[in-house]
């Protein structure tokens, strides 16, 4: 009995020794199990997050592949990556995209915006756009596309499918100019480090004519982003943290190419200062990169008139330098309308306008859309006073990016003399011509790259100057410094969509010796192109001719011509020169 009852404990003593040991074991197994899985846990949400930011990124990125590559993009995307689903929303405002997207799985989400900025230096916005010279209307010509002049709209006969805008000319003449000797003998550098991430250059003004426009000799390494210009008081031989009421300006990415050209920036509100007192031109990044930066031609200073490095409202550093700049004085008052009441967008009469008219001055307009003006006479509505006065805005090139297309064409080699193509046709570019380009008598010239004539390029009887099908959706130019006549039945063309081909004249003419009263570029005679610049001169069409878009520093349209504007030409690619379209201008998560 004893045996039993002691062989009874002793099972009872390995039976609890068993089940303490198996529950040591599962709190054991719980206590490290726990961890892991709150680890597993938290690792699949890092992993969803990455996926979500991911896809956000996958769509921002797409959104502004097609934008910058003229494909169409609906107000609202979405896409789907694992098991994420990204949606985004694109506003316009002005020439920037905005695209805000929105990622989210199982409950987390991740954000992204970024802005799209249609480089100054690149983009065709509108179906006509002038300089100071404004433009005029007649002979019942059709525009279909918006209007933008730094200078007077007269539309006396004509339809207009847009909205017509007449700023303020902006400033005309030069009045600081540091620019000497031609190739610069020293440089600064800026966005490069903090230390130096923006510029800073003292200047002063003759007299008291509104400034509202500054130039610069410069050049980028790398891809920078757009720069902010500012006029700011002095403050003991430094810049003061005290901004004109001048407003800021953008010294676009675009328009800087690689190599040294001058670049101008337009204010959006001219101001008159005090003569013979120092100001400073801040150009203010954001950021600093020491492999996306600017460059700005400079000479040796021997005044306190220099330029400094360093951060706007904090320390500024002595370049002993001055950089090579230019500002300009002047402008003048634009109007919509025109001098008599009985000219400008009369509906029911003689000129139909479906948009707004928007200038300091609307007369005799009557406009489907609003009315935006300070002052206004015999106009179907009264003033709308709420937008003040429209700012004039940059032409589409800059001086940088026509040196970069020559540069181009002359890689190619040079042809002396002139060349005339006839019915044979020929092909040819890269090139440089020192004559003048001559394609009539059916002939077709085929460009490979593009082409820089120092003479005249005339395109009669039936001829056609085209791109290569190699080209695909790139874009190509044709400069000359002299006139550019495109006439009975010649064309220009691309042949696919989204490829343009750019014809430009860095002429002056008609305001120049020689010109004996031609145009810089005319078109007539029902011949046709894609888009004609000529910012330095006037383009004319007339006779029936047919276009996309035009720029120039003048712009005549009669005798029944036909602008009708192609989306696509707000964010062209070129094949040669400098970068097109659309630049991403800012980018951040947030969320």
Known sequence: MKHNISHNKKGQAVLLS????????????????????????????????????YAAESLSEDIAYRLQNSISVSSSESLTVGGSSATASIVTSGGNKDIEVTAQNSGLIRKIKSRLTT????????????????????????????????????????????????????????????????TPTASVNFRNVSASRDLAQSFQVSDTSPLGKVGFYIKKTGSPADATIKIVADSAGTPSSTVMPIGTATLSAGGVTTSYGWVDVTFATPV???????????????????????????????????????????????????????????????????????????????????GDAWARTVKGTTAYGKIYCLTGTNNNKSCDTSKGVPSPTPLPFSDANLDSWKDSALAGGTTTGNVTVGFAGATMGPKKITGN????????????????????????????????????RSSETIISDGTITISGGGSLGSGTTGSYLFVVSTSQCPNAVGCSGANAISISGGAGAIAANAQYGTVGLSGGASISAVVGNQVSVTGGSTVTYDNGLASPEFNSGPAGGYTISSWQEIQ
Do not use: C
């Open 18 to 53: 068993l089940l303490v040991f198996l529950g040591v074991s599962v709190a054991t197994i719980f206590a490290v199990s726990l961890p892991v899985i709150e680890h597993i846990k938290i690792t699949r949400s890092v992993y969803t997050s990455k996926q979500n930011f």
């Open 272 to 354: 008159s200062l005090i003569p013979s007192t120092r100001y400073w031109i801040i150009v203010q990044s954001s950021t600093q990169s020491a492999t996306n930066y600017y460059t700005i031609g400079a000479n040796t200073s021997t005044s306190t008139n220099n330029a400094k490095t360093g951060t706007f409202g904090g320390t500024w550093t002595n370049t002993n330098l001055n950089t090579y700049y230019k500002t300009y004085l002047g402008g003048t008052t634009a109007t919509i309308g025109g001098a008599s009441y009985s000219t400008g967008f009369m509906v029911g009469s003689s000129t139909a306008l479906t």
């Open 119 to 182: 480089s100054t230096g690149i983009a065709f916005n509108y179906g006509l756009q002038a300089g100071n010279g404004g433009m005029t209307i007649d002979g019942g010509s059709t525009i279909i596309g918006n209007l933008y002049a730094n200078g007077s709209i007269n539309a006396i006969s004509a339809t207009i499918t847009g909205t017509a805008v007449a700023a303020d000319s902006s400033a005309t003449s030069t009045d600081q100019i540091n620019n000497t000797p031609a």
């Open 437 to 472: 380009l001559l394609v009539n008598g059916g002939g077709t010239l085929t460009l490979t790259g593009p082409l820089w004539v120092v003479g005249t390029v005339t395109v009669t009887g039936g001829g056609k100057i085209k791109l290569q099908s190699g080209y695909g």
